[in-house]
């Protein structure tokens, strides 16, 4: 069990972490902050640069916390919150399959991360090396306290009424 922990952390944390890796530094084919402001703005995250290195930093920090299983509801909880924000604001609108841009890969990353959260990092985990265990609730607080961060991102987005310029995600 403890492998399999290992590995889906692993999946998810570093693949959240290098998609927040586009946004910051540009890697991986992405447009750094710069590239990703407009998108950011397109979407009523405003300000955009600022906006873009949060989400960047968001991802980017929450998935190496994740995969290396320091702090695992905390961390789960921020992949959670940011997964749900990529959900309703960019994937929402084009249904459930990925292949329409749906919502399907914001799903199931938030859900393994949240299965994550309550299972456990497992052995092989820096909360497991340092000694750190979490009372049963822990979890479940962190996780609303992420819906509810998300959620909040959410309600406090401007989308412009008419865009001229077809601007693409990082």
């Keep these: 069990m403890d492998t399999g922990l290992l590995i889906l ?7 959240l972490a290098a998609h927040g890796s586009q946004k910051l530094f540009g890697w991986f ?3 750094g902050i710069s590239g990703t402001a407009p998108f950011m703005q397109h979407l009523g995250f405003r300000p955009g640069r600022l906006q873009a290195a949060l989400a960047g930093l968001t991802e980017f920090g929450g998935g190496l916390f994740l995969a ?8 789960a909880a921020v992949v959670v919150s940011v997964m ?21 890969y914001t799903v199931l990353l938030a859900v393994a991360a949240a299965a994550v959260a309550f299972t456990g990092p497992g052995a092989f985990s820096a909360d497991r090396a340092f000694g750190i265990s979490w009372p049963a609730s822990f979890p479940v607080v962190c996780l609303l306290i992420g819906i509810a961060g998300g959620a909040a991102q959410l309600l406090l987005r401007r989308p412009a009424a008419v865009e001229n310029a077809a601007v693409q995600p990082a």
């Design 84 to 104: 749900l924000v990529a959900g309703v604001s960019v994937h929402g609108k084009n249904g459930f399959f990925l292949t329409k841009g749906g919502v399907e």
């Design 9 to 15: 952390r692993l999946a998810i944390g570093l693949t």
């Design 68 to 75: 290396a299983g320091l702090w695992t509801p905390a961390a």
């Design 29 to 31: 084919g992405g447009g």
